[in-house]
DNA sequence: AAGTGGTCTAGACCACCAT
DNA sequence: TGGTGGTCTAGACCACTTA
């Protein structure tokens, strides 16, 4: 199924502003994936076809779309489907840098354990889990720059939206987990809250860590969210910044 | 001097594009005070005329800026020079919460020193201390919740770029520090990056929050750009977080 | 009712990228 | 060279706010 192929309602004398109505169409196309995740779009003149308005509306609903991450624009060639790769993740997701430095690096990533499981009452209530299918899939990493573990991450995510999912895929995949996230199962974390405490390090991770026990550590509670604000992804990161500090920036005009 | 009277010279032959150059002029405006914080801008008809291109190129570069957080348009209205305020600052700037909360609440800040002493190398570094007037303004805070004592804040600023400002100036301020910056010295704080570390909580630190010496505690050390990424504020945070939290919520568009 | 920003049109021309 | 997005124009009409 092409893009091309749709037949677009937009209407003309709705209150919804002719833009919202274009960008909507539009998200929904990635959410039964006609668009995908680094596909080209169609260009301006086809997309004013398709919706029959103007060409500044059509590009009113890109510009939104592309400041919430979601399309980008590259002149002379097109405008693409997002992807988390490398490199945007990097810059987007990914806080931790060593002292005395602002260069971020991708971690070595070793999974430590993959287990299929009951959702806890918490899981179930945050992520939203099915009763016909109350499974949660939960994994253990351990980060390392260079050889040195410095965190140790679980991550909970619901069986029913990763159908087939399993350890081989995970361990297997060759990008980041938000990409395999995308390509494989369509869940597209477009933005996440985290809770940061400072905690003494339970016995058990001050073991992955390498570190004494009690020994303080971050603990960073992470929930992603896709463009819906649905809950998918609950990520639990154990970090020891004896040698590197989490960072984050941001513009005055972000919450 | 009112914007109305200034002659604008918007050059259409430039490689710059319009817009940019309108937006560029409107920074200027910001920083030489003839536009201040809160002030309603002239309309988009008159800036159409002051600069004299269309309205669409116009509304681009407000649009820009808007984006920023520098400006805020209001259907009806008129557009307006964004400034700190307390329900601004909760959501841009400020970070924590109650656990099993999302509720933000200002804190009751108490100023515990103020004090004016010479610059360290790092902070002449960081904060482009001149070398005529080297002397530092250094304060120490307490941020409590309900009389309950969570951080203990240290701000240090350069004395050159605060004249004049005493003790008594900063206590008896009617709203926060950033307002205080922006409202009598022309300082606004654009965008900031912080880096999170937990550590063991030192004596005197442990002392102020009420907590045992060596408690797992967050040092978060902020640092403070304007518009133009001059940094202007050093601020290093303490914060016990066995009752509250740190948080951070992220867009996919965001660095 | 008057004034503001918000939406939308139907183009023109430019800058960039691939071949 | 042909195709893409980027910039810009000169309006029209709508929705919202205040008085």
């Excluded at 059509?58 to 997002?82: D, H, M, P, S």
């Excluded at 004494?212 to 609950?234: C, M, Q, W």
């Amino acid at each position: 199924m092409s893009i091309r192929d749709i037949k677009f309602n937009i209407d003309p004398n709705s209150k919804t502003p002719l833009w919202l109505q274009i960008k909507n169409e539009l998200f929904d196309c990635l959410e039964k994936e006609v668009l995908k995740p680094g596909q080209l779009m169609p260009n301006e003149k086809t997309l004013v076809e398709l919706f029959n308005v103007s060409i500044g509306t059509v590009r009113k609903a890109i510009g939104v779309l592309e400041n919430e991450g979601i399309l980008i624009r590259k002149q002379g060639l097109g405008t693409f489907v997002c992807q988390h790769d490398d490199h945007s993740f990097l810059f987007k997701y990914f806080h931790i840098v060593h002292h005395d430095s602002d260069e971020r690096h991708i971690p070595e990533v070793e999974c430590v354990s993959f287990e299929l499981k009951d959702a806890s009452d918490k899981e179930i209530d945050v992520l939203n889990i099915p009763k016909e299918n109350n499974k949660v899939i939960s994994i253990y990493n351990k980060l390392a720059f260079q050889g040195k573990v410095h965190s140790a991450d679980k991550i909970v995510i619901s069986a029913a939206k990763f159908p087939l999912l399993n350890e081989e895929i995970f361990i297997n995949r060759h990008n980041t987990v938000y990409n395999l996230y995308q390509n494989k199962f369509n869940v597209f974390i477009a933005k996440c809250s985290e809770r940061v405490r400072a905690i003494p390090a339970p016995v058990n991770v001050a073991k992955m860590l390498g570190i004494k026990a009690n020994s303080p550590i971050l603990k960073i509670s992470r929930v992603g969210f896709t463009y819906h604000d649905e809950a998918v992804e609950l990520r639990t990161s154990y970090v020891n910044t004896s040698e590197i500090e989490y960072i984050r920036q941001q513009y005055s005009t972000v919450g």
